[in-house]
């Protein structure tokens, strides 16, 4: 089984804190993502990688970076926390190709900004 | 940008088939279907997906209509733990991936 994995399940930060959150995962996938999950609003991709060093914009990039040092780790980054950015982090890899909407995702990160 | 409608919730009893339809009217060609499935406080889960031809796995199985218009999940013997938000999702695998739009999904209720 495909096994994605989050640095913490729950993370309460201060306003203008550097956050840090890891995904780890472990079926040598190239593709990994960042998405934030809010009620009315869906998933939406922050970020993605298709290889080591590599990253894309998604769709709400503002505030947040992203590093790809190794194949199994994604770390998603805000540079400065803001009360607008407390929300549920996922983390997903896949395979590359044409199966590479078969997303695996991490368990979230419930992340509140005071 | 949804490019699929489902029914904002459903009940189903435990044991029975749970049958979850899915429009997507304006498929073209090239697009596929695919399944997800989120359960309370968890991750989505990849279910299934499928082209035109009907797809089974050890979790459920599609049928899509001949003219591709609409698909229904079927779980075919629902437990109290297929309670989730199922996702209906159309693209094609050449899109990028900021169009991988999961939406507002149906809330599958089973019920003892």
């Known amino acids: 089984d495909v096994k994605v994995t989050q640095s913490s399940r729950y993370l309460v930060k201060r306003t203008g804190e550097k956050v840090f959150l890891e995904c780890v995962q472990d079926?040598?996938?190239?593709?990994m993502f960042w998405y934030r999950q809010d009620p009315g609003l869906g998933l939406r991709l922050i970020y993605f990688?298709?290889?080591?060093?590599?990253?894309e914009k998604g769709d709400i990039p503002e505030g947040y970076s992203v590093s790809r040092e190794k194949k199994e780790r994604f770390s998603l980054i805000l540079e400065s926390a803001s009360t607008n950015q407390t929300s549920m982090y996922l983390c997903?890899?896949?395979?590359?190709?044409?199966?590479?909407?078969?997303?695996?995702f991490g368990p979230g990160t419930r992340l509140t900004v005071t | 940008d949804a490019k699929t409608t489902q029914p904002t919730s459903m009940d189903c009893a435990e044991g029975r088939a749970a049958n979850l339809p899915c429009n997507h009217s304006?498929?073209?060609?090239?697009?596929?279907v695919y399944w997800y499935r989120q359960i309370h406080s968890q991750g989505p889960q990849y279910i299934i997906h499928?082209?035109?031809n009907n797809e089974t796995n050890e979790m459920a199985s599609l049928i899509i209509t001949e003219d591709r218009k609409s698909s229904t999940l079927i779980l075919p013997h629902a437990t109290l733990r297929d309670t989730a938000v199922y996702y209906c999702?159309?693209?094609?695998?050449?899109?990028?991936?900021?169009?991988?739009?999961f939406g507002s999904g149906t809330k599958l209720n089973v019920k003892p």
């Open positions: 304006t498929i073209s060609g090239n697009e596929y």
């Open positions: 499928g082209l035109k």
């Open positions: 997903a890899s896949s395979p590359p190709g044409m199966y590479s909407y078969e997303q695996y």
């Open positions: 990688s298709y290889d080591v060093k590599m990253k």
């Open positions: 079926m040598d996938h190239e593709n």
């Open positions: 999702i159309v693209r094609s695998p050449g899109d990028n991936f900021n169009k991988f739009y």
